[in-house]
């Protein structure tokens, strides 16, 4: 799929569905921009998620901004977040 973003509600329609024609990662199920393959360390996420679980009753995938908003509303803190390449080895895929 090409588009740069999706309605969060066809997001749920997706996962309803089974993800017949996205992938669940493809797009941030908050606000249905495109996302990229990304990640954060457990603790990070964990603050900044959980509220969002609480309120869906689920986790979900989100866009770096969303997961910076997200952290910076359950903390209060406002980071300068650093981005950096990350090349997995063979043995963690």
Known sequence: MSAQSIPPALIEKERR?????????????????????????APDWNVATRCWAAETGREGI????????????????????????HFPSEETL
């Not at 569905?17 to 360390?41: S, V, Y």
């Not at 901004?65 to 509303?73: D, G, H, N, P």
């Open 17 to 41: 569905a089974g993800w017949p024609t996205i992938h669940p990662e493809d797009f941030c199920h908050r606000c249905g921009a495109k996302n990229m393959l990304w990640f954060a360390d």
């Open 62 to 85: 989100c866009c770096p901004l969303c997961f910076a908003e997200m952290y910076q509303e359950a903390t209060g803190l406002t980071p300068v977040w650093a981005v950096r390449p």
